[in-house]
């Protein structure tokens, strides 16, 4: 069994700073991307951003240059620094996970295979 967790969420004012864990634990045969997706109330899910088994990061531009993915490979763990917030920022974000012989990495949350249950972070003005 695969399970994904995610901690670190919390409210923040903008500009503020968040920074998100993922840890995923069971048995995967290929790990190739670990991202972030967040879903804000009455809008569609989005993708946030990812990193793949290289280290190769893709981010939405809504968040370039505000947010870093990261990931310590060892401890199965992808992290999500979060900087210069903004209350459009506001939403649950989802950890996830995409694995397989066919590679795939990005921000498309339908070719995620493993998902969290959602870490919620408030931007408040």
């Known amino acids: 069994q695969v399970e994904v967790v995610e901690s670190g969420g919390g409210s923040v004012q903008a500009g503020g700073s968040l920074r998100l864990s993922c840890i995923v634990s069971?048995?995967?045969?290929?790990?190739?991307?670990m991202g972030w997706f967040r879903q804000a109330p009455g809008k569609e899910r989005e993708g946030v951003a990812a990193i793949d088994n290289r280290g190769s990061s893709y981010y939405a531009d809504s968040v370039k240059g505000r947010f870093t993915v990261s990931q310590d490979k060892a401890k199965n763990t992808v992290y999500l620094q979060m900087d210069s917030l903004k209350p459009e920022d506001t939403a649950m974000y989802y950890c996830?996970?995409?694995?397989?012989?066919?590679?795939?990495?990005?921000?498309?949350?339908?070719?995620?295979?493993?998902w969290g249950k959602g870490a919620r972070v408030f931007v408040s003005s």
């Open positions: 996830a996970v995409a694995a397989g012989l066919r590679y795939y990495c990005g921000l498309n949350s339908a070719d995620m295979d493993w």
């Open positions: 069971g048995i995967i045969y290929r790990r190739n991307c």
